[in-house]
């Protein structure tokens, strides 16, 4: 009998705890890492709550659907149980398989893993709202996934966007430091283009098209961006991935398997302006 009461308030206080610790979000996994023997934190970027680091219980015990589901670029709705260190993942439903469309397209896949890691680098802190961000990388790996632009357009205007956000838009308009309208060089370390009073040493002296690419990209102009020259397109590609190096200090891993070519050239305007 008293092992009756016992059990009854045990339920109840669990129905409790459920109440207040039990939550849920959607939000895209970034990624996901093996810990002990049979479980993987995942880190996945919500909509709500910002980056969330929880704890996928077994998953890598079987090839379950429960892991299936956890696996980097799907959109999902998930479940939590808040946890004291890291929260658990008690349920999770697709939303959007996104990764599924990637694979097979080395270079949609790599831009797209380019992208999870930026979101990653760009939202610092963990459970700090990041409703921009989340919306702007839906946004971006939809359209890698759709497949109607360009990889590295998609890219770039993905890295333009989610640095306006994060606080770094480059100028493109008026000189970074001076604010005057005629412009020649693109410096990093100044914060985007300049006048030929303020620009620094070795500064890139990309093309006007060159700019106007990254405007369209910054703005969503696709008409504009899907009609630009493939050389502009590279040259916007090695501006933007330095750009972004620059503010994230320690670079971006994935970013070395995406058109590297042009970037000796920003590299040495950065190395530059560093050594100057
Ligand atoms: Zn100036």
């Not at 705890?17 to 970027?45: F, M, N, P």
């Not at 357009?153 to 606080?167: I, Q």
């Not at 060089?185 to 106007?212: D, M, Q, Y």
Request: charged share 25%.
């Amino acid at each position: 009998m008293g092992g009756r009461v016992r059990g009854r308030r045990a339920v109840r206080s669990r129905a409790y705890d459920c109440r207040v610790s039990l939550y849920r979000d959607e939000g895209v996994v970034l990624r996901t890492q093996k810990l002990g023997e049979a479980d993987r934190i995942i880190t996945v970027l919500t909509k709500r709550t910002g980056k969330v680091r929880g704890v996928a219980k077994g998953v890598r015990k079987t090839m379950s659907r429960f892991g299936a589901r956890l696996e980097p670029f799907t959109h999902v709705d998930l479940q939590l149980h808040e946890g004291r260190s890291l929260d658990v993942i008690t349920q999770v439903e697709t939303l959007r398989p996104y990764g599924e469309a990637l694979v097979s397209d080395y270079p949609r896949y790599t831009a797209g893993t380019a992208m999870l890691e930026t979101a990653d680098r760009l939202t610092v802190g963990e459970k700090e709202p990041a409703l921009r961000q989340f919306l702007l990388l839906v946004g971006g790996l939809r359209t890698l996934a759709e497949g109607t632009h360009e990889a590295r357009l998609v890219l770039d205007a993905y890295f333009l966007r989610s640095l306006a956000v994060a606080g770094y838009a480059p100028a493109l308009a008026e000189c970074a430091r001076c604010g005057a309208e005629a412009v020649r060089a693109f410096s990093i370390v100044s914060g985007g283009v300049v006048c030929g009073a303020c620009r620094p040493a070795g500064a890139a002296v990309p093309a006007a098209e060159t700019i106007a690419l990254m405007i369209a990209l910054l703005r969503g102009d696709w008409e504009a961006a899907d009609a630009s020259e493939p050389r502009n397109r590279t040259e916007c590609s090695g501006l933007v991935a330095a750009y972004l190096q620059w503010h994230l200090e320690h670079g971006i891993r994935s970013l070395r398997h995406v058109e590297r070519e042009v970037e000796r050239e920003t590299e040495r305007e950065a190395g530059a302006a560093r050594h100057p």
